[in-house]
């Protein structure tokens, strides 16, 4: 992932180094050819990091950045719990739908 400019010995074969900018720090950064999802990814925790600060008020980015990082594992803790709220039903729904069908197969022999 991130690299403070180590050897070329140290990339995979089919990587590639990206410069992204995250709160005004830059970073080189080995991706696997999909460098803009990675700046996307830059962009969203840049943009998170400076709601934080502007929030806050505070100004060390250290404490921004942990802030930040609570907030995006909230996001991801909120998404996942949705995710499952949904899965749970849904598998029942295609089970059963699976079940009918097979049955329906089965009757039609």
């Known amino acids: 992932m991130a690299d403070n400019g180590g050897s070329p010995a140290r990339q995979r074969l ?8 995250i709160y005004d720090q ?3 950064v080995h991706t696997n050819g999909n460098e803009d999802s990675l700046k996307e990814l830059a962009a ?5 990091m400076r709601e ?5 008020r505070t100004v060390d980015s250290l404490k921004v950045a942990v802030l930040a ?4 594992a909230d996001e991801l803790f909120v998404a996942r719990e949705s995710r499952q709220t ?11 739908c699976v079940a009918l069908v097979e049955k329906a197969l089965e009757a039609s022999n």
Do not use: C, F
């Open 44 to 48: 969203y925790v840049d943009g998170k």
């Open 52 to 56: 934080v600060a502007q929030a806050t």
């Open 86 to 96: 949904i899965e749970g039903p849904l598998r029942e729904r295609v089970e059963k």
């Open 14 to 21: 089919g990587s590639e180094n990206v410069k992204i900018e």
């Open 26 to 28: 830059s970073y080189n």
């Open 69 to 72: 990082a609570l907030n995006i």
